[in-house]
Every structure is written in structure tokens, then in C-alpha cells.
């Protein structure tokens, strides 16, 4: 172990540290660079929509409305995705060489930053894009060199809370890991104020949204929507027992750091690392989903481990050449996302038939619409806003949550309330797939929309004109008549 751990940068080498930090950091950075104009998926195209609705006036959830907690959208209103995404990442090395530190030694905390710089932007885990895993990954990193400070002072354990409640604000899920760490780090009784502050923080937080007449809302999207997005327990359990979604396809090409970090568990015995993983298996399987970017929650414990085994190895000869190889392993597994055009990367990361469709779509929307004309998304597709550089007229920007759930009834009244105040121009449905006919928003757009004749072009989408609007008139050559639809 350091004889110097407790300092904030243990080892006698402070400036060579300093060095290969600011160096990682810099590494970061331009890593992103790579991935500057790749599309935005769906999850980056609502935050981003969401971020400037705010910056517009417009209230989280009342009028435009999404599941996650409100932390993403504030941090996209601050910031862009590239710059958002290039301090989550460096914030959570620096994060991760500290917790790692304070877990084992100085060597392994650089070992460990080294790691995460190589595979904090893996494609194949949709890293690439930030997503609420990002902010997830860096406040449990921060919380947890908080947390194994040498010097628990009523200044660190406060802002372990603190950044422990941040991560549960920008998905709750995260409070797992949270509570894993505080337990594995053997608490002494005044610790406590460290997991008193989340719920203390999210007290405030509906505080504020109840005082902004949204308290309900915000209560039901963030407790009652979840248990039906997630099935259930039960459900939950069934669809993690599969191998596939316990261990998916895109991280093969983690395992090199896969095999470093479980060698470096079990051999350090150590209760902090071994909780997190767990912790974090848990988090990833709570929402019923498994979508891939979940599993970006296990980079950040995976390098910790990492880190370990190639401090480990550094101090026996003959492995030595264990963590070069491993760590060249890992930049040779990600080579093949490097090479292709971001439209080509975009469709290799979701592979669906339709994807390129609705890209292709978005940008011609770009087009098609003048500045002065609206246009709704009455589909699952809110980079479609993004592309066409158009603002979301009704809350419901995912047409799945005015469709099904607890909250849809509410969210399809006020959106409706919207749309007939200012109807858009364009209304873009999914081609033979507008929703249930008695749904008052499908009713509504069959009352007040045509289709386009150029509509069979943007397959699966469908284009649908505002009749008597002037995007009708002028596109209309002829406008199909509605029992020709």
C-alpha cells in the first residue's frame, strides 16, 4: 500500500502524476473528437430537445415530457453533448485514479485512469454518445474517492452525499451502487450523513416541483412510471436470467479488460470493489429493459479492478507484458468503429432496417420545411426535431408514453390541449402505424392532416400535411384524397 494514499496525490512523483493525467485528459478530449458528428440516437436527441426547451421557458414534464429524472436535461441545457460528454469522461478518470488510489496504491489508481481512458467511449456500448450514464458513472466515481478518503470530515462525507444523490437524479437506479459502497466501506455512525443527503436532496427537488404546481407529476414519472416500464419484479428477474442479456454481445469486445478485472476481484479480496460490481449488476437489471448503454455503469468498477491486476502485474516479471497486451487488445477490439463514416457507425450501433430511413428523413425535413412552419413527431423518433432543426409543439415527444402507461391519459390531454392551440404544419406518423383509431391525438390528426404524395419516399414514415396550410398548397401536386389513405 502507499505510505502517502491519503494525500490528494499520493506518491512522491506529484508532478509526473499531474503529467499523465492532464495527458489522459487531453487523450480524452480527442477521442471525442472522433465521434463529433455522429447522429444523435433517440435517448441524446430527447435531452437535447428537452435542454433547449427549458432554455425556452417551457416547464420539464407539464409541457414537454419525458421518464428519466431531471438532471440530464438540466446538464443539456448547460451544455452540448460534445462538451457534456468530454467532462463526464475526464471528471470519472480523475474520479477512478483517486478511488483507485485510496482503494490499492498510486500505480494502480494510473493504471486504472489509463484503462478508462481506452474504453470510456466504446462504441459498442454506444459510449460514444452521451448518454445518463455518463453522469452516472461520474458522480458514483466521485462519491466513492469521497467516501474512501483517509479523513472522513464532515466536508467529504457531504459531498459523497451529494454526489451519490446527483447520480440518482440523473437515473434512480443508481442508488444501488450507491448504498453498495457506503455499506462495503464499513461506516462509522456519523457516515450516515452521507446517505441522509439523497433523500434530503430529493425531498427539495419535489419540493420545488410541487411548488411549481408539477408535484404529482413528478412524483408519478419518477415512482409509478418506473414499475411499469420495468414489468415488475418478476419480470425483471425472468429476463435477467438469460445469458444473452446478462452478458451482451457487444461486450466481447471488453474482454481483455473483463479478464484483468476479475482476476484483479478475486485476488484482491477487496469488499469496496466487489460490492460496486454487484451493485451495479443490480442497477443495470432493474429497469426490465437491458439495453446496451446500461452496461457502460460497468467501466467504471471493471478499470478499478483493472487497475489492481496491472499494478499486480507490474511487480513480477514474467507478467509484466499482461497489461500492455491487454490494454492493446482493447484499443485493436474498438479499430473497426474508427473506420467507418459516422452515417456507417450510426447504423452498425442500431442495426434496425429503418434507422438510415428516419436519418434520411430528418435532414430532408431540414428542407422540406421553411423556417416559419412546425412540425410533430407523432412517432418514437424525436431525432427527427434534431435534424430538422425543428422545436417539439406538444409534450409528448415519444408517442409510446401518450400511448400506454399510467401517465398516458394526462400526457395525452395536455398535448392535444397543445396541438389544437397551435397546430403544426407537418405531422410525421409511422406509414401504417398511427397509433390505436379511438386515441384522441390519432382522431385528431386524421380530422386536420392529408398525406403527402411524396409520403411513400420516407418509408416507414409518413408525411402529413395541415389542411389549407400553406406546406398543402405547396406541396400538394396532388394531395391524396383521405379514403385514399
Not at 437524479?169 to 457516515?191: G, H, N
Not at 412552419?373 to 415527444?397: F, G, H, N, S
Not at 400506454?404 to 397543445?418: K, V
Request: glycine share 4%; hydrophobic share 50%.
Amino acid at each position: 500500500m502507499d505510505a502517502h494514499e491519503g494525500q490528494l496525490l499520493p506518491g512522491s512523483s506529484s508532478r509526473t502524476t499531474v503529467a499523465i493525467l492532464t495527458a489522459l485528459s487531453v487523450t480524452i478530449a480527442l477521442q471525442r473528437l472522433i465521434f463529433l458528428h455522429d447522429p444523435p440516437e433517440w435517448d441524446v436527441a430527447t435531452y437535447t430537445l428537452i435542454g433547449r426547451e427549458i432554455l425556452h421557458g417551457k416547464r420539464l414534464y407539464a409541457d414537454v415530457f419525458d421518464v428519466k429524472p431531471p438532471l440530464i436535461y438540466v446538464a443539456y441545457a448547460v451544455a452540448p453533448p460534445f462538451l457534456l460528454g468530454v467532462a463526464t469522461s475526464i471528471t470519472t478518470m480523475l474520479a477512478v485514479y483517486f478511488a483507485t488510489s485510496r482503494l490499492f496504491d498510486r500505480r494502480a489508481g494510473l493504471f486504472a485512469a489509463v484503462v478508462w481512458t481506452v474504453i470510456c467511449e466504446t462504441p459498442a456500448l454506444e459510449a460514444n454518445q452521451t448518454n445518463t450514464e455518463a453522469l452516472m458513472n461520474a458522480f458514483l466515481a466521485l462519491g466513492s474517492a469521497l467516501v474512501l478518503a483517509r479523513e472522513r470530515t464532515w466536508t467529504t462525507r457531504t459531498l459523497a452525499g451529494a454526489c451519490f444523490a446527483l447520480a440518482t437524479l440523473s437515473k434512480q437506479v443508481a442508488l444501488v451502487p450507491a448504498l453498495a459502497i457506503l455499506f462495503a466501506s464499513k461506516p462509522r455512525p456519523r457516515d450516515w450523513l452521507t446517505l441522509a443527503i439523497v433523500p434530503l436532496l430529493w425531498v427539495l427537488v419535489i419540493l420545488y416541483f410541487a411548488l411549481t404546481d408539477r408535484g404529482r407529476l413528478f412524483v408519478d414519472t419518477m415512482f409509478v412510471h418506473p414499475r411499469f416500464y420495468s414489468g415488475g419484479v418478476v419480470n425483471v428477474i425472468r429476463l435477467a436470467l438469460d445469458p444473452a442479456r446478462l452478458f451482451p454481445h457487444a461486450m466481447i469486445e471488453l474482454a481483455p479488460l473483463i479478464g484483468l478485472a476479475l482476476f484483479g476481484v478475486f485476488r484482491s479480496r477487496n469488499l469496496v470493489l466487489a460490492a460496486y460490481l454487484v451493485g451495479t449488476f443490480v442497477a443495470v437489471i432493474m429497469p426490465g429493459q437491458f439495453f446496451v448503454h446500461y452496461n457502460q455503469l460497468y467501466l467504471v468498477p471493471l478499470a478499478i479492478a483493472a487497475g489492481f491486476t496491472c499494478s499486480l502485474c507490474r511487480d513480477r516479471r514474467l507478467l509484466r507484458s499482461i497489461p500492455i497486451l491487454a490494454i492493446l487488445g482493447l484499443v485493436v477490439l474498438q479499430l473497426h468503429w474508427l473506420i467507418p463514416s459516422p452515417r456507417e457507425r450510426y447504423a452498425r450501433q442500431h442495426p434496425a432496417s429503418f434507422v438510415l430511413n428516419v436519418l434520411d428523413t430528418g435532414r430532408q425535413l431540414h428542407d422540406i420545411l421553411k423556417s416559419d412552419e412546425t412540425m410533430y413527431a407523432w412517432c418514437d423518433e424525436p431525432q427527427l426535431y434534431v435534424l430538422a432543426d425543428k422545436r417539439p409543439p406538444a409534450a409528448a415527444i415519444w408517442r409510446m408514453h401518450a400511448i400506454a402507461g399510467p401517465l398516458a391519459p394526462r400526457l395525452t390531454a395536455r398535448s392535444l390541449e397543445q396541438l389544437q392551440h397551435s397546430p403544426p404544419d407537418l405531422v410525421v406518423v409511422w406509414s401504417g402505424n398511427r397509433g390505436p383509431e379511438d386515441h384522441p391525438i390519432v382522431r385528431w390528426i386524421a380530422d386536420n392532416y392529408v398525406e403527402l404524395p411524396e409520403s411513400p419516399k420516407h418509408f416507414p414514415l409518413a408525411l402529413l400535411a395541415r389542411r389549407g396550410s400553406s406546406l398543402a398548397d405547396r406541396l400538394a401536386s396532388p394531395i391524396l384524397a383521405p379514403d385514399a389513405r
